[in-house]
C-alpha cells in the first residue's frame, strides 16, 4: 500500500512538472480575470510580497497613464515556441490595453531558458520604442537574474517605465541614452515625401 501510494505520487509529481513546463499561449493563466493582479506566476517564483509590490507600481501605472503593465513569468515554455511567438500570441490572446488606445505592455518572462522580452501595442511605440525597452531590460532585468533575485529585476524595471511614463525629465533623459528623438522619424519621412515631389516635378517639366 505503502509503495502503491508513494509511486501515484510520484507519478503525480512528474505529471504535473510536466504540465507545468508545457506552457501554451492558450494555457496561461490570466490573473488579471481571478483576482484583478496584474502579475501572474503560476509557477510560484515570486512570492507574495514581491507580487503586492509589482501590482502596486503597475496599479498606479494604468490609474496615471492608461497603460496596462503585465507581468507573465513561466518557469518554461513549449518547445514548439520560441519567446517572441509565445509573446505575441499571449499579448493578443489576452488582448492586453484599451482598444481604443492599445496602450498595452507585457513582460515575458522565460526562467529556465533565462529569457525575456516586452511586448508593446502601437500606442506605446513613441513613448517607449524597443530600443529604449531593450536598454531597460539589460539594465535592471539582466543583472538581477543573473543573481537569481527576480523579484528586484521586475520591481526596479517596473519603477522605471513607472517614470518614463509620468516624468517627462525621465523620459527625455532616457531618449537622449538612447540617441532616441521622436522628431527625427518624422524628419525623415517628410524628407522622403519631399524626394519623391521634387522627382516628380522634375520628371513633369522634362517631358
Do not use: C
Amino acid at each position: 500500500m505503502i509503495v502503491r501510494t508513494t509511486l501515484l505520487t510520484l507519478l503525480l509529481f512528474f505529471v504535473v512538472s510536466n504540465i507545468h513546463a508545457q506552457w501554451e499561449p492558450q494555457t496561461v493563466i490570466n490573473q488579471r480575470t481571478i483576482d484583478n493582479s496584474y502579475v501572474s506566476d503560476a509557477d510560484g517564483n515570486l512570492d507574495a510580497t514581491e507580487i503586492a509590490q509589482l501590482n502596486q507600481i503597475l496599479q498606479q501605472t494604468e490609474n496615471e497613464t492608461g497603460v496596462q503593465f503585465a507581468i507573465v513569468v513561466l518557469n518554461d515554455i513549449s518547445e514548439k515556441w520560441e519567446i517572441m511567438g509565445f509573446g505575441v500570441e499571449l499579448f493578443n490572446h489576452w488582448g492586453i490595453g484599451q482598444k481604443e488606445t492599445d496602450k498595452g505592455l507585457l513582460l515575458l518572462i522565460v526562467k529556465n531558458t533565462r529569457d525575456w522580452r516586452f511586448f508593446s501595442g502601437y500606442g506605446l511605440e513613441g513613448t517607449l520604442p524597443d530600443a529604449i525597452l531593450n536598454k531597460l531590460g539589460h539594465t535592471y532585468i539582466v543583472p538581477a537574474f543573473q543573481e537569481e533575485n527576480y523579484a528586484k529585476g521586475l520591481i526596479d524595471v517596473s519603477n522605471q517605465i513607472n517614470k518614463i511614463l509620468t516624468d517627462e525629465n525621465v523620459a527625455e533623459a532616457a531618449r537622449y541614452a538612447m540617441h532616441y528623438e521622436p522628431w527625427w522619424d518624422t524628419f525623415q519621412v517628410v524628407i522622403w515625401i519631399a524626394w519623391f515631389a521634387i522627382m516628380g516635378i522634375a520628371i513633369y517639366v522634362m517631358q
